[in-house]
């Protein structure tokens, strides 16, 4: 695995490797319907839940990002009543395909025996009420319990109630599951009933974790790091790191030599590097902050020479990008960030402030202008969606 051995690879070549697979280079690469959802999912590896609803919520703008007919009816199908994703912890809660629940199961297990530092002050009587309320009354929501003696709150974010704490450590040790998802109120039901299990499936083995988790990086990125790989799970890396050697040796992947990336190691397949040379559609789209592409802040910086900043919690006057701010992809390259929020109330997208940056911020005059016009174009087509159902 010498430098002498590498793939040379520049960086215009490895971002459409990257945009082919994370399906951003093709106009509708999963159709439409909850079917797509399910391929979305499936082929992504996972798409990350969060809480923040200036714009959209991050689940649905990923999914909306590659399924331009995305409705949110087609999430709640897929998970509610087609069950073919599934939530569950990646690098935060995501959605994660139902194929790939096996992948969990260890994790779940090792939560029943050890508990979870989270929710460690949940108490065993409080767990069986629960587990009690569901078993006899079926699936449930938070504010289907009403009489809990209420706590102090351990952090900001924390519940009073005990009973939620209880559903979501009996959530991390899979005895329940999220059978539904309103904004962001959850019901919870028996894994096995939601799912219909007679018995459940067998978890997978630590050498079947780890091909699953080498497969979905070089799937979804194209080019790998240990890194991109196991992305905030560092005890995960001396696993993947034999695995790809030993598929080095065997010739399924090739060392590459990124340019710009020092003496961090990347790797690919032989044929995704034969096709790096090859055209992708020019494409507009304003990315979530917490999309695939996004998310690894130091891969998006090496690959786009963009950096992205999150400012929702920095003080407004030391904000550069605004409070949630945008990326916007054209074609391969990063140009804009945008500081957008939904004002619900009178139906309308407000842009608070348009920073321009990399080949956006190079252009001038004519292509400046044309640059512009394609973005706001997208923008009447992202307010739609922020605005529908």
Not at 139 to 152: F, H, P, Q, S, Y
Not at 300 to 321: M, N, S
Request: proline fraction near 5%; include cysteine.
């Amino acid at each position: 695995m010498s430098a002498a051995k590498s793939h040379p690879l520049t960086t215009p070549d490895a971002r459409r490797i990257w945009l082919r697979a994370q399906r951003l280079d093709t106009a509708t690469p999963f159709g439409e319907g909850p079917k797509a959802v399910a391929d979305a999912v499936a082929h992504l590896g996972y798409v990350q839940i969060d809480t923040i609803h200036v714009v959209e919520r991050s689940h649905h703008h990923i999914l909306y990002t590659r399924i331009p007919n995305y409705r949110r009816a087609d999430l709640r199908q897929a998970q509610s009543i087609d069950k073919t994703v599934f939530e569950y912890w990646t690098h935060a809660l995501s959605y994660v395909a139902a194929r790939d629940l096996r992948f969990f199961l260890p994790a779940m297990k090792l939560h029943r025996r050890e508990g979870h530092k989270w929710f460690s002050s949940v108490k065993p009587e409080d767990t069986r009420k629960v587990m009690r309320l569901i078993r006899q009354g079926g699936a449930l929501t938070i504010r289907d319990i009403d009489d809990d003696v209420l706590t102090e709150k351990e952090h900001l974010w924390a519940s009073r109630k005990p009973s939620k704490r209880a559903l979501q450590l009996a959530f991390y040790s899979g005895a329940l599951t999220i059978s539904e998802r309103n904004g962001m109120l959850k019901t919870y039901e028996l894994i096995e009933r939601h799912f219909g299990w007679d018995k459940p499936p067998k978890p997978a083995t630590a050498t079947e974790a780890t091909a699953y988790l080498l497969d979905r990086g070089l799937r979804s990125q194209g080019v790998v790091s240990l890194d991109s790989i196991c992305h905030l799970d560092a005890p995960s890396k001396p696993a993947v790191r034999r695995l790809i050697e030993a598929r080095v040796r065997r010739g399924e992947l090739l060392p590459v030599a990124l340019e710009g990336a020092g003496k961090q190691e990347h790797w690919a397949a032989p044929e995704t590097l034969e096709s790096s040379g090859e055209d992708s559609l020019d494409l507009v789209h304003i990315l979530s902050p917490f999309d695939p592409l996004v998310i690894q802040r130091k891969r998006t910086h090496l690959f786009f020479d963009y950096e992205h900043r999150f400012e929702a919690y920095v003080p407004k006057e030391k904000r550069q990008l605004g409070y949630f701010a945008l990326p916007v992809l054209v074609g391969c390259d990063i140009v804009a960030a945008l500081d957008l929020k939904t004002d619900r109330a009178n139906r309308k997208l407000l842009l608070q402030k348009w920073n321009w940056v990399g080949g956006g911020k190079a252009a001038k005059g004519d292509a400046r202008r044309e640059l512009k016009r394609r973005i706001e174009e997208e923008l009447h087509r992202f307010e739609r969606f922020q605005l529908a159902e």
